[in-house]
């Protein structure tokens, strides 16, 4: 089957704005992981959701970052009132939650917040 | 243009010679250890895995050395080509958890 899909591939918005990344995490995939990753940075864990548990949101960086996923499929990521030290790309990764198990990661979201 | 690691240590090789990568890896729990490349303008995409049972793995063209003593992983790519032109990641994850810490990541630069 495909991969891990996000959209848009490329997102730029106005500081106050409002935006939602989506990630469509592979099939069967239970685990679905997002993280940020500034410019020469690595990568920086947001949240985390597997099956029905409830999510770990440890890494969400304030109140303005929230994510929702319908069951075990589609995932958004929505950032409110978004700031100039929100641009990063956004990248989304699944896996099949059984531990330690590879995860694939989607192609990401450069968001610009200008 | 670039999307990510404008600033990110550099290593440059002739086209055709051997490169190493290396990444200190931080908890002495972890126990799979994963590299990932990531190409300009995609998502890490995975090379190889090694668990802390063994040392070494070898892959087509890369092998993975791990050295548990002094928490020490590193990436050997064989006869490195241009699209070996990349970011190259480390991450670990010790048994039981869900979470990876990543490396900052190298760039990998080759010459022709």
């Known amino acids: 089957g495909a991969g891990v899909s996000q959209s848009p591939s490329n997102k730029v918005t106005e500081k106050g704005k409002d935006v939602e990344l989506r990630c469509d995490p592979i099939s069967g995939h239970t685990a679905l992981y997002w993280y940020r990753q500034r410019l020469g940075q690595g990568l920086e864990f947001l949240i985390y959701f597997q099956g029905n548990s409830a999510p770990d949101k440890s890494g969400l960086p304030s109140d303005r970052f929230s994510a929702e996923r319908t069951g075990e499929s589609v995932s958004t990521l929505t950032i409110q009132r978004t700031q100039q030290e929100d641009s990063a790309v956004y990248l989304c990764?699944?896996?099949f939650g059984l531990g330690s198990d590879t995860q694939y990661f989607g192609p990401g979201t450069r968001l610009t917040v200008l | 243009g670039e999307s990510v690691g404008l600033h990110l240590p550099t290593l440059s090789v002739q086209e055709g010679d051997n490169s190493i990568i290396n990444c200190a890896y931080s908890?002495?729990?972890?126990?799979?250890f994963i590299w990932y490349k990531q190409e300009s303008g995609k998502g890490p995409q995975f090379i190889i895995d090694?668990?802390?049972?063994?040392d070494k793995r070898q892959g087509q063209r890369v092998t993975v050395l791990l050295n548990k003593t002094v928490k020490h992983l590193s990436l050997q790519i064989a006869a490195t080509q241009p699209g070996d032109s990349a970011v190259y990641f480390c991450a670990e994850n010790a048994s039981g958890t869900y979470k990876y810490i990543f490396g900052t990541g190298t760039r990998l630069k080759v010459l022709a």
């Open positions: 908890n002495s729990a972890s126990d799979y």
């Open positions: 990764a699944s896996s």
């Open positions: 090694i668990r802390s049972n063994m």
